[in-house]
């Protein structure tokens, strides 16, 4: 039977309380040497998200001033970039960029890390950690930001996220605002990646409020932020100015295709301020052109030309507009209306895949730098999820999806039947494109560039360029004008350095052109040049390619092969 004895514990305590702690030169100092007691992820922990900010925490307070890049290492093969900050008793590794899927993990905190005391750590720590093949969405930025002071009483705060969330899940139990420790009570909405949280009152003047967006968010296939997101603001004295009514109302429909679009404001605005700049109307993408005027609390909006039947509008206006004090308003306030009548139907009816920015058979990459796609899906099939890359909310790569999502034909039902049937509406538009004869087509060869075309049908029978000059479609004030370019083979845009291209290549829209009604039928591949600015929907055979740095009103759209973005591509919904 084993003895309790009360001397030998306190002798292993005094050990381990006053046994020296070696420093690097090897002079022994008394104390209580540091020590690794926590790190974040834990040691073999798996599905760690790519977002993952990694943290240690000591036993003791550390010397900031050693804890560095070169003290602190996350590796696997080689070590990866990141901001390396030390508070408290942790130290947090940021990294530069997210993480790779399905990769496990090093982490080192090297000896020469000390305390306050010059205690060093008696040996190097090191963890392991394995990433999974989810990305968790985070919160990218918020309104007011984090630590703004003289916040307007009256602000509406907001919250943007990396990607699509489940709308079902922003509300007001993930999204909450605090005054100390009084919740203040307010409607949350969500849209287009932002989570908005309107205030019921005004807060209070000079107080500082906190807002938590918690780990009950999720995405759209049901992954939650890794963490609460937390951030503060303290208010001011002012109140800014606020638009209290618009003429069409927000959601109005069967306006009035000549209608005039006011907004009435609660106070005297800065006349100066109210512009084209601050006041402005999309249809799509597309901004409307139009007179704008300020009288009476009111500014008023009259487009040049009268508004397209049966199409949806949105007005905006900006923070740029302030009141005679110079204050502005807290937030855009945007507001949409549907006018009256038919819609146009184009003559090519691209059917479900409308919905598509990108869609390809076999591969979508993102190649290199931050590429952007907005209002669009991207898809795959038969292609497999896995031949998606480059893009964050796949494999944590550069690139980035806005208000869309990514579907591949692996995915869970009902999304390979959709893809199916989207694929099948590509096929039909391309032939429809393909065969179309009225108006007779007339006959392009070689280089369009430096033309000035009007609506029509455009018939290559071997390759097509846009290299020497712009390419100009002139609508001749029709908004519905289309054009229609068969092309037996390549397509080619040709461009260079900085964008838009200054020595042509570029796509060019007057007289009320709209990229949404252009078609370009490629044979063969369709390559769209470095720093080119490009309108219009390709429908390509084989593959399409954007090169370095161009950008795209429109969509790249492909049946058998890849579409690749080679470096920092957009593509905005037409």
């Not at 703004?148 to 993930?174: H, Y």
């Not at 203040?184 to 000079?206: K, Q, R």
């Not at 002139?474 to 068969?486: T, V, Y």
Request: aromatic share 8%; with cysteine; proline share 6%.
């Amino acid at each position: 039977m084993k003895t309790f004895k009360p001397l030998s514990i306190f002798t292993l305590i005094m050990l381990v309380l006053f046994a020296a702690c070696e420093k690097d030169d090897f002079i022994e100092t008394i104390g209580i040497c540091p020590l690794v007691i926590a790190t974040n992820p834990e040691n073999d922990a798996t599905n760690v998200p790519l977002s993952q900010v990694i943290t240690v925490t000591f036993n003791v307070e550390m010397n900031p001033t050693t804890i560095t890049e070169a003290s602190f290492i996350i590796e696997s093969g080689a070590a990866i970039t990141g901001t390396v900050t030390y508070n408290g008793f942790t130290a947090t590794f940021t990294p530069a960029a997210p993480l790779e899927i399905s990769t496990t993990y090093t982490g080192r905190i090297k000896t020469s890390v000390k305390d306050l005391n010059g205690n060093a750590l008696q040996e190097e720590y090191v963890w392991t950690f394995s990433t999974g093949a989810t990305v968790s969405p985070m919160v990218i930025s918020t309104n007011p930001e984090d630590n703004e002071t003289d916040v307007v009483i009256n602000t509406i705060i907001t919250a943007t996220f990396s990607q699509q969330m489940d709308p079902l899940t922003i509300n007001e139990t993930s999204f909450i605002l605090m005054d100390g420790s009084t919740a203040i009570t307010g409607v949350v909405t969500y849209n287009d990646v932002t989570a908005t949280f309107t205030p019921s009152a005004n807060l209070d003047a000079n107080t500082l409020y906190s807002v938590t967006i918690t780990t009950d968010a999720t995405n759209t296939t049901g992954i939650s932020l890794e963490n609460n997101y937390e951030w503060s603001f303290t208010t001011g004295t002012l109140i800014s100015p606020m638009v209290i009514s618009t003429d069409p109302e927000d959601n109005e429909i069967d306006v009035a295709l000549d209608k005039t679009i006011t907004a009435t404001f609660s106070e005297p605005m800065d006349l100066a301020t109210i512009d084209e700049t601050t006041f402005t109307l999309q249809e799509g993408t597309n901004f409307i052109t139009g007179t704008i005027s300020y009288n009476a609390l009111t500014a008023s909006f009259v487009p040049s030309v009268d508004l397209l039947p049966g199409t949806l509008y949105k007005a905006t206006i900006t923070t740029g507009a302030t009141n005679v004090a110079g204050i502005p308003l807290a937030n855009n306030y945007e507001w949409e209306f549907t006018t009256a009548g038919t819609p146009f139907e184009p003559t090519i009816d691209l059917g479900s895949v409308e919905r598509f920015g990108i869609i390809s058979g076999v591969a979508v990459s993102n190649n290199a730098g931050p590429s952007e796609i907005h209002d669009l899906d991207i898809g795959i099939y038969p292609g497999a999820r896995s031949s998606i890359t480059g893009f964050f909310d796949v494999d944590g790569g550069p690139g980035l999806i806005f208000n869309g999502d990514f579907y591949a034909a692996d995915d869970a039902d009902p999304v390979p039947a959709m893809l199916l049937q989207a694929k099948d509406d590509l096929t039909a538009a391309y032939l429809a494109a393909e065969g179309a004869t009225s108006p007779a087509p007339a006959t392009v060869a070689g280089d369009l560039g430096g033309q000035t075309l009007p609506p029509g049908i455009y018939k290559s029978n071997s390759t097509l360029m846009i290299q020497n000059g712009n390419l100009t479609l002139d609508g001749q004030g029709d908004p519905n004008a289309e054009w229609i370019f068969q092309i037996a083979s390549d397509f080619t845009t040709v461009g260079g350095s900085p964008y838009p291209s200054p020595a042509g290549g570029n796509v060019i829209l007057i007289g009320g052109a709209q990229a949404k009604n252009i078609i370009w039928q490629v044979g063969s591949s369709a390559v769209i040049g470095d720093y080119t600015s490009f309108k219009g929907n390709v429908l390509a055979l084989t593959s399409v390619t954007m090169n370095a740095y161009s950008q795209a009103v429109g969509r790249m759209l492909c049946s058998n092969g890849a579409v690749t973005l080679t470096s920092t591509n957009f593509i905005y919904r037409p």
